[in-house]
């Protein structure tokens, strides 16, 4: 990953390096490796994240579909 720093403004080059490694999902990647996640807790894990998606899928679509 390769950030261009412009006419020295160091501060606005840090705000776009963390921005790519938000985006690239680089932060909760340390997190979940900053500690031993036993199989268990990560299906659990996963599967709230399933339900957490499916639901905000749901309550799109009725928002949608309420709108026409």
């Known amino acids: ?3 261009m720093v ?3 403004n160091v ?5 776009a390096l963390k921005k790519k490694l938000q985006r ?3 932060y909760r ?7 031993y996640e036993k199989p268990s807790e990560k299906r659990a894990r996963e599967r ?7 639901r ?3 309550r799109k679509r009725v ?3 309420s709108a026409r």
Request: proline fraction near 0%.
């Open 63 to 65: 928002e949608r579909d």
């Open 6 to 8: 412009r006419e020295n």
């Open 48 to 54: 709230a994240a399933a339900v957490r998606r499916s």
């Open 1 to 3: 990953m390769q950030i």
């Open 29 to 35: 990647e340390m997190k979940l490796r900053g500690h």
């Open 11 to 15: 501060d606005q080059a840090l705000r």
């Open 56 to 58: 905000k899928l749901e």
């Open 24 to 26: 690239e999902g680089v």
